[in-house]
């Protein structure tokens, strides 16, 4: 039973010292995901080519997805260990990649266009298509092992670049843009907040960015989305957030991490560019990933394995 219950204190501990576990690889991260404790997959590149690295509770691993040479990768997503997916784009083809636990395969889009997928979640990938018009904010959904394009609101000059749930944030031109799945098809939310904002990273009913060089964090409240009060000194240019796991976010961006209880921040000395946040499933540890004098860096708050 005492064991038993050390390990339900340590599923559901509150983090918040950040460790830094060594990649061992020169280069850049920029999306980071964790279906459960001891496993995560993070993306970036390095060398100018495509990285993807898994964890498995001790070490950091690269893997080897079969990619183009001129690919880049912008998104990855786990349900569980044996059940993540990962996307990008090569040229103007879009890409997709499914991990069924003992390899990497393929997933083709329904049509041809091209594409630039920059985000995934449950089911869903989201980006921009480029035409006659220029670029417009585009979502594909799996249909059985086929990414399938589903219309979404923004007109010329957007694009999404980030997806939680049923919330995608992105830009219009100069202006942010929030669309939102209602289970039918993809509406519009997007508060009036004027020129030169954009939006970089959603999770739940928070959403972060930068608004005329200062940091921008939404918070959606009976279904309108509200700026929230924020710190001069919080870093301007916030990339990313997450859950903490008891009701408050993390945001993080060129200056590490940020930490909001909903009445509150808490500035974290800084670290390094951290570039994506993700919280580990069933669990209040987080992961984030960046760089950092050249070298690709993961946080995490979860304690060392043992």
Do not use: C
């Amino acid at each position: 039973m005492w064991v038993l219950g050390m390990i339900a204190t340590l599923l559901v501990a509150p983090g918040g010292d950040w460790r830094e576990p060594d990649t061992g690889v020169p280069g850049e991260l920029t999306e980071i995901t964790s279906p459960g404790y001891g496993t995560a997959y993070a993306l970036g590149t390095s060398a100018a080519k495509p990285l993807l690295l898994t964890w498995a509770g001790h070490q950091w691993k690269r893997a080897a997805p079969p990619l183009p040479e001129n690919a880049l990768l912008t998104g990855v997503s786990a349900a569980a260990p044996d059940d993540a997916d990962v996307t990008g784009f090569s040229g103007q083809t879009p890409l997709a990649l499914h991990w069924d636990g003992a390899s990497w395969t393929p997933r083709p889009f329904a049509e041809p266009l091209p594409g630039f997928p920059r985000a995934i979640d449950a089911g869903w990938i989201v980006g921009s298509t480029s035409g006659f018009a220029g670029t417009q904010a585009a979502a594909w959904r799996r249909t059985g092992g086929t990414w399938t394009p589903v219309t979404v609101p923004g007109g010329p000059g957007s694009g999404l670049v980030a997806i939680d749930g049923g919330n995608a944030v992105g830009t219009r031109l100069d202006h942010a843009l929030i669309v939102r799945w209602d289970g039918t098809r993809w509406i519009e939310e997007t508060p009036d907040l004027g020129p030169d904002a954009e939006l970089t990273d959603v999770a739940g009913d928070y959403a972060v960015g930068t608004r005329r060089k200062a940091p921008l964090v939404l918070h959606r409240e009976n279904g309108t989305w509200k700026p929230v009060t924020a710190p001069k000194t919080l870093s301007a240019g916030l990339t990313s957030v997450a859950p903490d796991g008891s009701g408050g976010i993390w945001a993080a961006g060129r200056a590490g991490f940020h930490h909001y209880d909903g009445t509150a921040w808490t500035l974290s000395p800084e670290r390094g560019t951290v570039r994506a946040l993700a919280l580990t499933r069933g669990t209040s540890f987080l992961w984030a990933a960046g760089g950092k004098d050249g070298r690709a860096v993961t946080w995490t708050t979860a304690p060392r394995p043992r």
